[in-house]
Nanobody, 124 residues
Framework: QVQLVESGGGLVQAGGSLRLSCAAS????????MGWFRQAPGKEREFVAS????????YYADSVKGRFTISRDNAKNTAYLQMNSLKPEDTAVYYC?????????????????WGQGTQVTVSS
């Protein structure tokens, strides 16, 4: 069993930065790809970024490419999402997830463990 706990969300002005963390329990963290998703009020959950189990390969949604960076530290069982140049449309609850795949994947169904989410609010 794997538990994921996100932290680092908050309120920030447009153009600002936040760094989200996802701490994982369990011994399987380093064996699979990780992902970040987000869900804004009234909208479906959407893919943000994913990283391979080694951390070498990453993949981003077009809406965040060039602004967000996903990384992981397998020794610390932790994944990160560095968010720069934040926009009001980035406001959402952000979730980290552990995939059943080794390589980055955008498909929600490929993730079998999810955190509880952390709120990110970007004011204009």
């Amino acid at each position: 069993q794997v538990q994921l706990v996100e932290s680092g969300g908050g309120l920030v002005q447009a153009g600002g930065s936040l760094r989200l963390s996802c701490a994982a329990s369990g011994r399987t963290f380093s064996s699979y790809a990780m992902g970040w998703f987000r869900q804004a009020p009234g909208k479906e959950r959407e893919f943000v970024a994913s990283i391979s189990r080694s951390g070498v390969n990453t993949y981003y949604a077009d809406s965040v490419k060039g602004r967000f960076t996903i990384s992981r530290d397998n020794a610390k069982n932790t994944a990160y999402l560095q968010m720069n140049s934040l926009k009001p449309e980035d406001t959402a609850v952000y979730y980290c997830a552990l995939a059943t795949y080794l390589t980055p994947t955008v498909v929600t169904g490929h993730y079998n463990y999810w955190g509880q989410g952390t709120q990110v609010t970007v004011s204009s």
